[in-house]
């Protein structure tokens, strides 16, 4: 959910948009165990559906974050830079708000109620804690998906050794690399799914994010832009490029469909041994990472640019600029909306796998309107408070 400000490519925003919706699509997601402790296979079908969202992300931002031809530090510096005043500063703000009207966001009082409640020091002992152990289980469960940042600031931090092992190595390096921290990976999947789910601490030496851009580079640099960009150039010259790369695009499809039939049972299996206790497990796991590759290869395929004039392109950009603030704010809207009982219509009166996908297209398409036309609020509110101050001085 970064914000890219190379060269832009449509193909990118789109993945990055659609990747967005399935963030939502996940947050609004019927839980695999329904009221009776029955499994829902139908949920479990679409849980493993959207667990592409977060995994897309990482790819994405190790699309381009590593390509830098600046110095290794100064590049660094820029980043974190950028991270404090256009990730870390908003994501901030939303913190703040959730420590005040979480009360108000789960309905159980209102707007003026939290603020007559408010309580500096509750605020700073709050991000304290946040800051100190670096996660977000010190805040309220408003703020639960803010995970994402301290994941994002992660890939930061080790930014210049993993840019270092990926662009200044020889690339067999990186690819042993890689291939370490996938049997880890493997190893440590299996023990999730089906051993003892302490031992996912393996995985926690080198952390995930910085493995998922470490490969999200790789298949940007050493496949897409070797294979999709430039088949349209041969022996110096300028082709028309296809609309769709049929070869590429199959094959991606096969590996898609048959590592989501694993996951799908997997999770299945997995749930039916837990007895009742639902643990978040696959969209951080080995099933996602090829899911999620397969997903990108596909959709990055597919040449857009032959269909879309700039004027949409425009308005894809547009939207996708906003994709960090979308994700920062979209749970709260979802919280608040919960009570009003939308979901009940498709998922526990009318338990057909075609209300399902009728209410994740629907409900999600809604909060997501909903989210930006907020955010877009918010943007001008922020313009306008800015002329006002500006034209004081």
């Excluded at 990118?12 to 829902?40: D, F, Q």
């Excluded at 999200?216 to 150039?233: F, P, Q, R, W």
Aim: charged letters at 15%; proline letters at 3%.
């Amino acid at each position: 959910m970064s914000d890219t400000k190379v060269k832009r490519n449509v193909k990118v925003e789109i993945i990055r948009l659609i990747a967005c919706m399935a963030v939502i699509w996940y947050h609004v997601r019927e839980l695999p165990w329904k009221t009776n402790g029955e499994l829902s296979e139908t949920a479990v079908f679409f849980e493993s559906l959207c667990t592409i969202c977060v995994m897309t992300f990482f790819l994405i931002t190790g699309f381009f974050i590593y390509n830098k031809k600046g110095n290794i530090f100064s590049d660094w510096l820029s980043l974190i830079k950028k991270f404090l005043t256009q990730v870390f500063v908003p994501f901030l703000f939303v913190v703040i708000f959730t420590i005040i009207f979480h009360d108000f966001l789960i309905s159980k009082d209102t707007f003026i109620g939290c603020i007559q409640k408010f309580s500096i020091v509750n605020i700073f002992t709050s991000l304290y804690d946040m800051l100190r152990y670096f996660t977000v289980i010190y805040l309220p469960g408003t703020a639960a998906h803010l995970w994402y940042v301290f994941s994002y600031a992660i890939i930061i931090i080790a930014y210049p050794i993993t840019r270092f092992v990926l662009t200044k190595l020889p690339k067999y390096v990186g690819y042993i690399v890689l291939v370490i921290l996938t049997i880890c990976m493997i190893v440590n999947d299996y023990y999730l799914f089906f051993g003892n789910p302490t031992y996912n601490l393996i995985f926690k030496i080198i952390h995930k994010p910085i493995y998922y851009s470490a490969w999200g580079h790789v298949l940007y640099n050493d496949i897409l832009k070797k294979y999709v960009d430039g088949a349209s150039l041969r022996m110096g010259e300028l082709r028309e490029p296809v609309i769709i790369n049929i070869p590429m695009f199959i094959t991606a499809l096969v590996i898609y469909v048959i590592t989501f039939i694993a996951l799908f049972l997997t999770q299945v299996n997995y749930y039916l041994t837990l007895n009742g206790e639902y643990v978040y497990t696959s969209w951080l796991s080995l099933y996602s990472l090829v899911l999620t590759s397969a997903f990108v290869v596909m959709a990055y395929n597919i040449n857009f640019e032959k269909f879309l004039n700039e004027k949409i392109n425009n308005i894809i950009y547009f939207i996708s600029n906003r994709t960090l603030y979308i994700y920062l704010i979209h749970y709260l809207i979802i919280t608040k909306l919960m009570p009003v009982g939308f979901q009940n219509i498709f998922t526990n009166n009318r338990p057909n796998i075609f209300y399902h996908l009728a209410y994740y297209v629907l409900y999600s398409l809604f909060i997501f309107i909903v989210t930006f036309a907020t955010v877009l609020l918010i943007e001008g509110i922020k313009e306008y408070i800015s002329k006002l101050l500006f034209h004081k001085r």
